[in-house]
């Protein structure tokens, strides 16, 4: 069982999808704690650590925002896979968010995975979009941020809302980079990792 650690639900039917393409049959138990972005936001402790402990010892955080402190109480970061995979790509790296607070995490799991942001970009009143159920307008607005964004390198987004917004924008989507599938796959091989070796038999 993957227990998952999200911010909003618009996240659990993107992982239902992708547990259904790669580990069919696998239990997901989605917990959505809102509370703890707005806490994040404020600059205060909503309790991850907490949250994180009371999930289990398999546990996968889908908001950047929260990632440090989740990772901290045992988690895995689910934008973690993604920042290793900008610095393997090479050249210069722009981080794109819809939320400020994003960013100073994002920019730091960056280094250390041995990267550096040439630019970063906040996508004004694309957040305001999110939150108001404007699903279309907020994806618009981040391809509209992706196109001016285009050069030689990688283009992140930061936040796993942000990924839909690839296929929206005239850039070559191997260089936009997004989280959900490669920090999904990142958890499916820590669960292979720790699980008991199978018994040959006779």
Same mark, same amino acid.
């Given at each position: ?173 191997? $260089? ?21 070796? $199978?018994?040959?038999?006779?």
């Amino acid at each position: 069982m993957l227990a998952m650690l999200h911010t909003s639900p618009v996240h659990v039917p993107v992982f239902e999808a992708l547990r259904d393409e790669h580990a069919p049959g696998l239990e997901l138990r989605h917990e959505v704690r809102a509370d703890l972005l707005d806490a994040a936001r404020a600059g205060v402790d909503g309790g991850v650590a907490r949250a994180v402990r009371a999930l289990g010892p398999a546990v996968l955080c889908t908001c950047s925002s929260i990632g440090p402190a989740a990772e901290a109480a045992g988690a895995l970061r689910l934008d973690r896979a993604m920042m290793a995979a900008a610095v393997a790509h090479g050249g210069p790296i722009t981080v794109l968010a819809t939320v400020a607070s994003t960013l100073a995490p994002s920019l730091a799991l960056l280094a250390e995975e041995g990267g550096e942001a040439a630019a970063t970009h906040v996508v004004e009143d694309a957040w305001a979009r999110f939150e108001a159920g404007d699903r279309d307008g907020y994806l618009g607005l981040i391809a509209a941020a992706i196109t001016a964004a285009d050069g030689p390198g990688a283009i992140v987004l930061a936040q796993a809302s942000m990924a839909d917004a690839a296929g929206r924008a005239g850039v070559t989507e191997a $260089r936009v980079l997004s989280s959900p599938e490669p920090g999904f796959l990142a958890a499916l091989a820590r669960l292979d990792a720790a699980a008991p070796p $199978r018994s040959t038999g006779r």
